[in-house]
């Protein structure tokens, strides 16, 4: 079955440490996005990319980081610099296409949480 | 900036009563519409967009948003709700000037009674 994965399902995030969550899909499309999800705040878009080995910021990139070294994986990292992480990050993907037309489709999410 | 405003954070209603989420943008350029629909710590789903054409849109669980330019507006609808219908849901544009970014409503929270 085509679709995306996104691991853990649960991060835990000591004081100081960078993490990462995995996002892997097999639907062959070529635009990836993280986005972060709050209560009350709907999604916030931390980056994005359209194709492999490049990405753009998106409105909440401060403290994260990303690469994009293959079509199918899109990892982010959370670093220190990131003050409040705690959150549910979901990764989604789209066909290329008329930009702004295509469906994005979402990963189950990871939710991260400070100790 | 463009935004997109869901006033209602929650809406409960009884089981197989009507519902109407609502939605508004604001944009000066012409927008692409959408519903998402999230279950409890799930991803989002795609229940319908409005790209052009008809300015009624269906989904196949019996959902539908009407596109109205002048009130910029995209508001869902469902004459009878079931108890699965349980979820929140969010609506997003994107624009037709050729980027990818989507902007997402802060979501309502549907909740059906038995």
């Known amino acids: 079955d085509g679709g995306i994965t996104q691991s853990p399902k649960y991060l835990f995030r000591k004081e100081g440490q960078n993490v990462t969550l995995s996002c892997e899909q097999n639907l062959n499309h070529d635009a990836m996005y993280w986005y972060r999800q709050d209560p009350g705040q709907g999604l916030r878009l931390i980056y994005y990319s359209q194709i492999v080995n490049d990405f753009q910021k998106g409105d909440i990139a401060e403290g994260y980081s990303v690469s994009r070294e293959k079509k199918e994986s899109f990892p982010l990292t959370v670093t220190s610099a990131q003050k409040n992480p705690t959150a549910f990050y979901l990764c989604?993907?789209?066909?290329?296409?008329?930009?702004?037309?295509?469906?994005?489709?979402f990963g189950p999410g990871t939710r991260l949480l400070v100790l | 900036a463009q935004s997109v405003t869901q006033l209602d954070s929650q809406v409960p209603v009884f089981e197989e009563a009507p519902v109407e989420l609502r939605c508004n943008y604001s944009?000066?350029?012409?927008?692409?519409l959408f519903w998402y629909v999230q279950y409890p710590n799930q991803g989002l789903q795609l229940l319908l967009k409005y790209l052009s054409g008809s300015t009624l849109v269906e989904s196949i669980n019996g959902f539908e948003a009407e596109f109205n330019k002048s009130q910029t507006s995209f508001h869902l609808r469902k004459p009878s709700v079931h108890i699965s219908d349980t979820a929140e849901y969010f609506c997003a544009v994107t624009y037709t000037s050729g980027t990818y970014k989507y902007i997402f409503g802060t979501g309502t929270r549907l909740k059906v009674l038995a």
């Open positions: 989604a993907s789209s066909r290329p296409g008329l930009a702004g037309q295509e469906t994005q489709y």
């Open positions: 944009s000066s350029v012409s927008v692409y």
